[in-house]
């Protein structure tokens, strides 16, 4: 049973900030989509994005909502998608961080956040980011009635980055809690063939995401899985990769372990080591915009 659905559609009527799927509380899994949609309120229109803008990467994370869908139907599990585009407002940021609501995101402009002042910004962030954020606290909270559930995020990731094919069929993220991202990249690296990155193609220590926000600070088991987005463009890959998945999750969560509240901290709360001063003096180094951009890109 599904509830609290989002339109659906770009220019439909209604539009909720999030979609809630019922199940099993006592599952001891909850699983998460922080970019499961492309969609736009109403109001704002297209934010002056072109259709192909949004089906992209920057719009949303191709393919994690059918298989986030998938997953919790052959699991029981309750889960929370996001309604909206990332390009709207980012669910999967602090609500500090400079990348919550982008002007420009890999080579296109928003004309529509351009202008985005601090009314505008609260705007967003109470009626769609927040409810959002509280819609699986609330989830949290219900399920901790009967044991402490793992969170399992699901993001898509782009094949191609700046010319270059990215190696990984997927990734698994994560900080500083290794009990459910490292068993699953050990079961995955057995299959043959297939290339599972760890911490990649992005780093799990990102100060405020949703991760370290209701896993880190709750004390709760989580990781994120990243699959790279053509492997589940179509209902065949999603099928094939919610098969994957299924088997080896299903071995992982017979862990008792995943179900105790454990504080791990995180690496993004660690001090900045200084650098030592080697002499050289520049603005900005091209490594330096590379991971600026892609930290605007993350999951």
Not at 19 to 24: A, S, Y
Not at 270 to 283: D, K, L, N, W, Y
Request: proline residues 6%.
């Amino acid at each position: 049973m599904t509830a609290d659905v989002a339109s659906g559609t770009r220019h439909g009527e209604s539009f909720n900030s999030h979609e809630i799927i019922d199940g099993d509380k006592g599952a001891g899994l909850i699983l998460l989509c922080d970019h499961a949609s492309n969609a736009l309120p109403p109001r704002y229109g297209d934010l002056g994005v072109s259709d192909r803008d949004l089906e992209r990467h920057i719009g949303f994370d191709i393919g994690a909502g059918p298989l986030t869908r998938m997953l919790a139907k052959r699991f029981r599990a309750p889960a929370v998608l996001s309604s909206f585009s990332r390009l709207f407002i980012d669910p999967n940021r602090g609500e500090d961080d400079p990348t919550l609501i982008m002007r420009l995101s890999d080579g296109s402009i928003i004309p529509g956040n351009a202008r985005v002042d601090e009314l505008e910004r609260e705007r967003r962030l109470n009626r769609y980011y927040r409810p959002y954020h509280r819609a699986i606290e609330d989830m949290i909270d219900e399920c901790l009635a009967q044991r402490p559930p793992v969170l399992f995020s699901i993001h898509s990731y782009v094949d191609v980055w700046r010319g270059s094919q990215r190696p990984w069929h997927c990734g698994l993220l994560w900080d500083k809690d290794p009990r459910l991202a490292v068993p699953l990249i050990e079961r995955l690296r057995h299959e043959p063939g297939l290339f599972v990155g760890d911490n990649e193609p992005y780093k799990g220590s990102l100060k405020n995401d949703t991760m370290y926000r209701h896993g880190t600070c709750r004390g709760l088991a989580h990781g994120l899985l990243e699959v790279r987005n053509d492997l589940i463009a179509d209902p065949a890959g999603v099928l094939e990769w919610a098969d994957r998945i299924e088997t080896v999750l299903r071995d992982v969560l017979a862990d008792d372990a995943l179900y105790e509240v454990r504080f791990f901290g995180s690496l993004s709360d660690e001090p900045v080591r200084p650098v030592a001063f080697t002499g050289a003096i520049h603005s900005k180094s091209d490594e330096d915009t590379d991971n600026g951009q892609q930290h605007a890109n993350r999951a």
